[in-house]
């Protein structure tokens, strides 16, 4: 698998959040805020509140921030990196906004305002549509019929539920009440990591006291004063969208291509879209560890040419013993000599210990 550098900040973004290493049917009302009298939930109590979330409809804007540690990279001149390079590294460190639409399990929509350029992903049913006006291009997926998690963690609902999943196990969780998000009362879901092998501190998900949808996720890393990722709203209303909001047609002049994923391999599970005939051809991935610690390694062929010499790899990652690395303050990717990928949110001393 040729690992290009256009997907090392993506990937790191990826590692960091470990849901990417990687319900019911109740929808609650909204409603005032509870007392100061009200009981505070049970961590057990608020974790099956956003499971329960999942039906609830509601629209609003979220606010996205990095600071990652990442280095700035030079706008122009002898050895910057190309305008398409240094567009991808903004994707995971420039704050962004996006207008986000919910209605149920199966219809989202969410618009990445940037600045003369708009990004959507919309999605109806087993329909999914990625738009990219500055590019100009449109990805149609066809999704299995049994599939209810979005193919992309897109709100901080579908960002909290992963997490559970992925790390929940292996952290040591607590409650806090009292915090204000978007100007709606919610309660603090805290992920402390059990292990001191990580780079990561904790997670702190915000969940609505209302509707036990989360509202916000904050992921923290060790020594670092703020969030080193926050996703989160700044406005919300839990009155259905209209269903306008879901339905896309594309430009005429975009380029369209179309992926089908609706024949779910045999012991395929409907939220995971393991029939994709391009995963499947690509070799496959390696976890060492466990939960916060775990390490991912990708076998590959020698980086190509294309991007080894890119600039912008030289400038994000630095030479270490057994090859080069990428180290930001939640993840960490070793790039070996003999062309294998390894990453984690980890020290890059335990990427090389596993890639020996």
Wanted: hydrophobic share 40%; aromatic share 4%; glycine share 8%.
């Amino acid at each position: 698998m040729h690992t290009s550098i256009r997907t090392l900040p993506l990937l790191a973004l990826g590692v960091a959040v470990p849901a990417a290493v990687l319900v019911g049917a109740l929808a609650v009302p909204a409603q005032a805020a509870p007392s100061s009298a009200a009981k505070a939930p049970t961590a057990q109590q608020l974790i099956e509140r956003i499971a329960k979330s999942g039906s609830a409809s509601y629209s609003g804007t979220i606010r996205q921030t990095s600071d990652l540690g990442l280095p700035q990279l030079p706008a122009a001149g002898p050895g910057s990196a190309s305008s398409d390079d240094t567009g991808i590294v903004d994707i995971v460190t420039a704050p962004h906004t996006a207008k986000v639409y919910v209605h149920g399990k199966s219809q989202q929509r969410v618009q990445v305002l940037d600045q003369l350029a708009e990004r959507d992903i919309v999605r109806d049913g087993s329909s999914v549509w990625i738009w990219d006006s500055k590019q100009k291009t449109a990805q149609h997926l066809v999704l299995p019929s049994t599939t209810s998690a979005s193919p992309t963690p897109t709100t901080p609902s579908d960002l909290a539920k992963r997490l559970l999943t992925a790390v929940q196990k292996s952290s040591t969780v607590s409650v806090t009440t009292g915090a204000t998000v978007a100007g709606r009362s919610a309660d603090r879901l805290v992920l402390t990591p059990k292990t001191d092998q990580t780079l990561v501190a904790k997670v702190v998900v915000s969940v609505d006291h209302a509707t036990g949808v989360p509202l916000k996720v904050a992921v923290d890393a060790r020594g670092q004063a703020g969030d080193a990722v926050s996703v989160g709203f700044t406005d919300v209303s839990f009155s259905t969208p209209d269903s306008s909001r879901f339905s896309f047609t594309p430009p005429k002049s975009a380029k369209v291509t179309t992926k089908d994923l609706s024949a779910a391999l045999p012991g395929a599970k409907g939220d995971h879209l393991t029939n994709d005939p391009d995963a499947t051809a690509a070799p496959k991935p390696a976890v060492s560890g466990t939960g916060w610690a775990s390490v991912v390694t990708l076998p590959s062929a020698k980086l190509p040419a294309d991007v080894s010499g890119d600039p912008l790899f030289s400038q994000l990652t630095t030479a270490v013993e057994g090859g080069r690395a990428l180290q930001t303050s939640l993840v960490t990717v070793l790039f070996t000599d003999d062309g294998r990928v390894l990453a984690g949110a980890v020290p890059i001393s335990t990427l090389q210990a596993a890639a020996s």
